[in-house]
């Protein structure tokens, strides 16, 4: 990573190719940067010691909960507490920048397909 220029998110998004697969844009001090394109249905997870933020680039995306369902449009931020079960959806492509310390893995304890390396970077 060039730690003397920008980062301009959308020239980083136009390289992910794959759903679900976050790749890691920044780092401060013990948290990623992750950006990652989404669309169906992700696997429901949690995270037991940390929380984690979601930003919505472009797109829309619904965070699930057991008891009730969080709506993001572009441009809208939300936070998971940790140890909350959650499983994110979007019906159409997503776009989104998420905020998490280094390690997490995207599925929590949650073996799946969809479970990513935790510090791919683009």
Wanted: one cysteine or more.
């Amino acid at each position: 990573m060039n730690t003397q220029s920008a980062v301009n998110l959308h020239h980083q998004l136009a390289k992910i190719t794959e759903h679900w697969s976050p790749r890691v844009i920044a780092q401060l001090n013990d948290y990623y940067f992750k950006l990652v394109k989404v669309k169906g249905d992700f696997v429901w997870h949690s995270h037991e010691d940390t929380d984690e933020a979601f930003l919505v680039l472009e797109g829309q995306l619904t965070i699930k909960f057991r008891e009730y369902d969080v709506e993001l449009k572009r441009g809208e931020l939300f936070v998971v507490p940790r140890g909350v079960e959650h499983c994110p959806v979007a019906a159409d492509e997503c776009s989104i920048l998420i905020i998490e310390p280094r390690g997490v893995v995207n599925t929590g304890a949650v073996s799946s397909d969809l479970t990513a390396a935790t510090d791919q970077w683009i």
